[in-house]
């Protein structure tokens, strides 16, 4: 038990910098995936066939492939093949951005579809153009109807990132992993594991539950 | 935006001139493995810093998938691997291998309270743990059907992964190299059962097929440290028999 303990406090350090890694994966995938998805968003939804069309095609296929698949798909394929030279951490993230886009633009569309299609149609009376009003009147409201599938998404990537080791991504699984194979202390390694995993999707369920609270506006949630 | 762009620019530019990057499987003590501090450490690692030393080249050891650590020196992510890698014919025809270094044999590891022998892991019907990706792996699967063997072989991710579940009694037994099992034997309530037929095999360091002038340097090091007292002082320091 003593001896369980202490390997675990001696590794601590180790997982913790592990953490980090993770967290900076993390936060660089939902950063790439919030761009991309509002952006796929506002075409799947305003955009003409041609771009209704391609935002489809790439969620389909983000969502189609498991992310081990496009993990070796782009790191050791396409990247390579166009000559982008990306380190095995740079290369996780951005598949990992790649994908939560497909489905961050989801959840952004259905976001947009649910305000009154009246508001739209009021703003471009006022004499707006398309793209104010989508900027000024669509987005900010559907932005915040879209924290809480946010914060789903944010836990499902955090733990996703674990898949990050295929590449040579030292995160907290795969460090778990190495110091499990050093000591033979299997089991309580990853519990330890679990637990940083649990605490970091609590804080961030937390701080999106917050901002939630905070840009709501008055009298107008439900 | 600013930090992951950031992130970027650093992660991209970490290829220098001289410092070459040797991949390990982190989960293969004594030969490779994660000390205390978090760093690569194993008799491997210490071999190859010896030898860079020499040699004058820096070298950085990566922790990597075993399944993908070939496509990695393939796609040129790191320069070679020195971390018990057997040298096989169907390695040879992706990589070229460096002189041998170390003689390794194929055993199997059961509970250390078991009766269980050799011939009775083969024809038992028991359930058989191995590594994905090893060369007893394919050993085993491509001889249990021409020897009429009835074992079900169990993959798992790495060695110690194996000997875990032989401790739970998920599978009777496991197949490794036997510098792993001794190292688990010393950490755990296992034993070696012995050898099960398969032929032994040596470690060589593996290289891009292009890189000759890499393999020449390795060779000349590998050469220069075996015949070095420090080789005699690595063997006792990892491996106590």
């Excluded at chain 1, 406090?9 to 991309?36: D, F, H």
């Excluded at chain 1, 951005?97 to 569309?109: D, K, P, V």
């Excluded at chain 2, 792993?180 to 032929?199: N, Q």
């Amino acid at each position: 038990m003593f001896d369980t303990l202490s390997a675990i406090l001696e590794a601590l350090p180790y997982l913790l910098e592990g953490a980090l890694v993770t967290i900076g994966i993390v936060i660089g995938a939902m950063g790439i995936g919030l761009i991309i998805g509002i952006h796929m968003a506002v075409g799947q939804v305003y955009g003409n066939r041609v771009v209704r069309w391609a935002v489809g095609i790439y969620v389909w296929f983000f969502r189609g492939v498991p992310v081990l698949v496009l993990l070796f798909l782009f790191y050791f394929g396409l990247f390579a093949l166009i000559g982008l030279n990306l380190s095995a951490f740079a290369a996780s993230t951005l598949v990992l951005g790649m994908t939560t886009a497909a489905y961050q633009s989801q959840i952004f569309r259905g976001a947009i579809l649910s305000l009154p299609r009246g508001q739209f149609q009021a703003a471009r009376a006022l004499g707006m153009s398309d793209f104010k009003a989508i900027i000024s009147i669509i987005l900010p409201q559907a932005l915040r109807f879209s924290i809480p599938g946010w914060s789903n998404e944010y836990s499902i990537i955090l733990k996703d990132s674990a898949l990050a080791f295929v590449l040579g991504t030292s995160e907290i699984m795969a460090r778990s992993h190495f110091v499990a194979s050093r000591t033979y202390h299997h089991l309580p390694l990853y519990i330890t594991a679990g637990c940083l995993y649990f605490i970091l999707t609590w804080l961030g369920v937390r701080a999106l539950l917050k901002l939630e609270e905070k840009v709501r506006i008055p009298g107008y949630a439900h | 935006m600013a930090i992951v762009l950031a992130l970027f620019m650093i992660s991209s530019v970490n290829v220098c001139a001289k410092e070459l990057i040797n991949g390990i499987d982190a989960n293969f003590p004594p030969f490779a493995y994660v000390d205390k501090a978090g760093n690569p450490g194993g008799f491997d690692i210490d071999a190859v810093n010896w030898i860079a030393k020499k040699m004058g080249f820096t070298v950085k050891h990566q922790p990597l998938d075993w399944d993908g650590i070939i496509p990695n020196l393939v796609a040129k992510k790191i320069d070679f691997i020195a971390s018990g890698m057997s040298i096989t014919p169907d390695r040879q025809k992706v990589v070229n291998f460096s002189m041998p270094y170390w003689e390794i044999k194929q055993v199997f590891v059961a509970k250390k309270d078991s009766d269980l022998t050799v011939d009775q892991v083969l024809t038992g019907k028991k359930r058989l743990g191995v590594q994905r990706g090893t060369s007893e792996a394919e050993w085993l699967k491509d001889n249990a059907v021409k020897k009429g063997w009835n074992f079900e072989l169990i993959y798992y991710d790495s060695a110690p992964m194996a000997v875990e579940d032989v401790l739970n009694g998920r599978i009777s037994a496991a197949a490794m190299d036997d510098a792993p099992a001794e190292d688990a034997a010393a950490k755990k309530p296992v034993k070696l059962l012995g050898t099960f037929g398969m032929h032994v095999e040596n470690f060589g360091y593996a290289v891009r097929k292009q890189d000759t002038e890499l393999l020449d340097t390795l060779n000349k090091g590998l050469k220069m440290l075996m015949a070095d007292p420090y080789w005699n002082e690595l063997v006792k320091k990892y491996f106590k028999k």
